[in-house]
């Protein structure tokens, strides 16, 4: 992979969303999809880095960590 830093060049970024259901119907399925998304905001940023990708802000972080917690109360 070719990496370029200076002046001139700028990061790629990109968003990726994740649509749950408000209120889900199966309990399990959401404790276990808030648990894997949580690991993805906490120890999975720690492979940003080595996988060429910028890890969230802190600030950003605690943003998407507050909403994953509103699947467990149900929105």
Request: aromatic share 10%; glycine share 6%.
């Amino acid at each position: 992979m070719v990496k370029h830093q200076g002046a001139d060049s700028y990061p790629i970024a990109g968003v990726t969303w994740i649509l749950v259901y408000e209120h889900p119907q199966d309990a399990l399925k959401a404790k276990e999809l808030a648990a894997f998304l949580t690991w993805a905001e906490t120890e999975g940023q720690k492979m940003a880095r080595e996988l060429n990708f910028a890890p969230l802000p802190e600030n950003v972080q605690r943003k998407v960590l507050a909403q994953i917690r509103l699947i467990f109360s149900g929105g």
